[in-house]
């Protein structure tokens, strides 16, 4: 089944009222967020807000995904904990630098609930081969870019050059490829700047990124338009299940259609195109 995550919102978990709006938004999954969203004195009633919205449900179609703290953190082990009980759709591991960061949840959630990845460090970077070899075993379903923190890490100025950023994004998306995993791109910090959105999530489906992580619900409207396939795209997808469908070409690799040659590996992404479209 093709997985459409064009738009991943993070929410505070401390904040009632907006996971209660969360309920209504048309984002595809939601993020309630146990870390740098929540101040220390507020993480374990968040973390108890995040498990009862997990019971409680009411999210429809959507993911809902708990990012705990950082592994190491006072308050990780006690999210984990409780996520092994509650579990999400998935739950966000922050700062993975590496296998036995991902082994770590995996042993405290126990073998059912999927681990998404958050990749901001230059460990992290550098991991990304050996934390791809490792997906199925560990349950990983999804590589994060967390390029505020990454941007932070690697003492960039700031705000950081997109030129600097972008081929460190493309190596998530690399990874997440050989695994076959979701890549989520990183947040748009400007919250009135719709034209620098815009551009992001262009440029994020242009590096092969399936959606984007967001900080603002009205940014679901851009990423789902950056990251959805327009009317054409839409239109050629119709068309090439359409002429794999008929029975002259049964069983052939490849076809002629208007002129081109189109091969199986073209149905496979007409057919994930078509799935991204339904989604609307």
Do not use: Y
């Not at 969360?22 to 004195?41: H, K, M, N, T």
């Amino acid at each position: 089944m093709t997985v459409t995550l064009r738009s991943a919102l993070f929410l505070p978990a401390s904040n009632p009222r907006a996971i209660a709006k969360a309920r209504q938004l048309d984002s595809d999954a939601v993020i309630l967020d146990l870390e740098d969203a929540v101040a220390p004195d507020a993480k374990a009633a968040a973390r108890d807000m995040a498990v009862a919205a997990v019971r409680e449900g009411g999210f429809g179609e959507r993911l809902l995904v708990v990012r705990t703290n950082a592994l190491g953190a006072p308050w990780a082990n006690d999210d984990l904990a409780a996520l092994a009980d509650a579990r999400p759709s998935a739950v966000l591991i922050p700062k993975v630098d590496d296998v036995a960061t991902l082994a770590a949840a995996r042993h405290a959630l126990g073998p059912d609930v999927p681990l998404w990845a958050m990749i901001e460090t230059c460990r992290g970077l550098l991991s990304l081969p050996v934390l791809a070899g490792a997906a199925a075993e560990l349950g990983l379903t999804c590589l994060v870019a967390g390029t505020n923190d990454l941007a932070k890490d690697m003492r960039l100025p700031s705000p950081p050059s997109p030129d600097v950023l972008r081929p460190l994004r493309v190596q998530i998306v690399v990874a997440a490829r050989a695994a076959g995993l979701v890549a989520l791109d990183g947040v748009c910090n400007a919250l009135d700047a719709p034209d620098r959105l815009a551009e992001e999530c262009a440029e994020g489906r242009r590096l092969g990124f399936d959606g984007k992580t967001l900080v603002h619900p009205n940014q679901i409207a851009a990423a789902h338009q950056g990251f959805g396939p327009d009317a054409a795209e839409i239109a050629w997808a119709h068309k090439v299940v359409a002429a794999f469908a008929e029975p002259a070409h049964a069983g052939l690799g490849a076809i002629r259609l208007d002129g081109q040659m189109v091969e199986r590996l073209h149905l496979a992404e007409a057919e994930r195109v078509r799935a991204i479209a339904k989604a609307d």
